[in-house]
């Protein structure tokens, strides 16, 4: 994406729930980018991945640090807190879980 994030679906779709701007998917896909490649790099031992995607890496990170206040990151898909949650966006405590993945 434009702005650094990643989409929610590969390839996009056009879903951007939970968004971070520029349709952008939420956090909680975006962090199975970089789960992903640290998975790797320590299970097999090989960093290619992870030389790979350097640039990807650090724009995704830049725009969660921009998107953070005071370190706490209120987009996320606040359901796996909230399930009655009418609208997953907008969940109560969506911030803890999005502060969480922001963290990780």
Do not use: K
Not at 24 to 45: C, R
């Amino acid at each position: 994406m434009p702005n650094g994030g990643l989409p929610e679906t590969a390839p996009f779709v056009g879903i951007a729930s939970c968004d971070l701007g520029d349709n952008t998917g939420p956090i909680e896909w975006g962090a199975g980018h970089l789960a992903m490649q640290a998975a790797l790099a320590q299970l097999e031992g090989d960093v290619g991945l992870l030389v790979e995607s350097i640039n990807t890496t650090s724009r995704w990170i830049a725009l969660l640090n921009s998107s953070a206040d005071d370190y706490v990151l209120t987009s996320s898909l606040g359901y796996f807190i909230d399930p009655i949650a009418n609208d997953s966006c907008s969940a109560r405590n969506a911030e803890l879980q999005g502060t969480g993945f922001f963290y990780q």
